[in-house]
């Protein structure tokens, strides 16, 4: 009922730039806080960076002055433009929607993208 599609990964050399999309899709009235998560090989996923519906953001302090997360309520959209890449943000990214409110009536919790990698090498 409602799905969350990535886009915008690649690969890079060091310092370069990226810009990450994510699209909420379904009968979707109203979605709370969205997020962008990563997860390197073998380390455990976290966060990066949420934004509110009201448009609060929350970065982790290891992107903090190189990545901006903006949304866009109307698209239902969420972007993370990603400057001065380092080899350490080499990781799978993902979008989450901490919860989401569908023109059904009902509510859908934590619901993932499929995600998209992000490599950062020379």
């Known amino acids: 009922q409602v799905q969350l599609v990535e886009s915008g990964g690649g690969l890079v050399q060091p310092g370069a730039s990226l810009r990450l999309s994510c699209a909420a899709s379904?009968?979707?009235?109203?979605?709370?806080?969205m997020g962008w998560y990563r997860q390197a090989p073998g380390k455990q996923r976290e966060l990066v960076a949420s934004?509110?519906?009201?448009?609060?953001?929350n970065d982790a302090d290891s992107v903090k002055g190189r990545f901006t997360m903006s949304r866009d309520n109307a698209k239902n959209t969420v972007y993370l433009q990603m400057n001065s890449l380092k080899p350490e943000d080499t990781a799978v990214y993902y979008c989450?929607?901490?919860?989401?409110?569908?023109?059904?009536?009902?509510?859908?919790?934590?619901?993932w993208g499929q995600g998209t990698q992000v490599t950062v090498s020379s």
């Open positions: 934004i509110t519906n009201e448009g609060s953001t």
């Open positions: 989450n929607v901490d919860r989401v409110w569908l023109r059904t009536m009902v509510w859908r919790y934590d619901v």
């Open positions: 379904g009968s979707i009235f109203s979605i709370w806080t």
